[in-house]
């Protein structure tokens, strides 16, 4: 549930406060990437191979 206003209106990652914020999974709508997806992006960066957005 979201309850930070700036993460309602514009979201997290918009927000001048977000590299600061110790809260923002709990109030806001930030969501860590998941490992194997992160782990996955990299070697697909790596090889080159962009993906569909």
């Known amino acids: 549930m979201t309850l ?4 309602l209106v ?3 990652k918009k ?3 977000f590299s600061a914020c110790p809260l923002k999974s ?3 709508d930030y969501q860590k990437p998941d490992e194997s997806q ?3 992006d990299v ?3 790596q090889a080159g191979v962009k ?3």
Do not use: H, M, S, Y
């Open 4 to 7: 930070c206003p700036i993460a």
């Open 10 to 12: 514009a979201g997290c």
């Open 15 to 17: 927000c001048p406060a």
């Open 26 to 28: 709990v109030l806001g």
């Open 38 to 40: 992160t782990k996955q």
């Open 43 to 45: 070697e697909n960066t």
């Open 51 to 53: 993906r569909d957005e």
